[in-house]
């Protein structure tokens, strides 16, 4: 029995597999990180964008109507379902400018499970000068 413990101790078979399962572990991972952070970032540019496309609409119409502005945001969303977009306006009012304020929220749902319970929110605001 102590023979084959001291075999066992110094035998280096299977040591390799060992060494690659650790490493490929942290890349398989490392990779999946990348591909979720270029995802989030594909997403916020692509909200940015419907918001700017909504921006020029108001600023060469102030009056134009929230439903046509939900419309053409929802409309400019390629990725996942636009009905889970959820779009806000107001106005405010800063140093006696008037702005018409444009907000945009989507949550994300992370191909990596058990990652920060798998959910965050994405969100693009933006103020519009109705003069």
Request: net charge neutral; hydrophobic share 45%; aromatic share 8%.
């Amino acid at each position: 029995m102590i023979q084959i413990c001291k075999r066992l101790k110094q035998s280096e078979t299977g040591a390799t597999a060992i060494e690659f399962s650790l490493v490929a572990l942290m890349a398989i991972t490392i990779f999946l990180g990348i591909i979720e952070f270029g995802r989030g970032l594909y997403m916020r540019n692509e909200m940015s964008y419907a918001v700017d496309i909504a921006a020029r609409k108001i600023l060469t119409n102030p009056v134009v109507a929230e439903s046509e502005l939900e419309t053409l945001i929802r409309d400019a969303i390629t990725f996942g379902a636009s009905n889970d977009l959820a779009v806000s306006f107001g106005t405010v009012t800063i140093d006696g400018t008037p702005f018409r304020s444009l907000f945009v929220s989507y949550p994300v749902t992370l191909l990596i499970p058990n990652l920060n319970n798998g959910n965050f929110t994405l969100s693009i605001n933006r103020r519009v000068p109705l003069t």
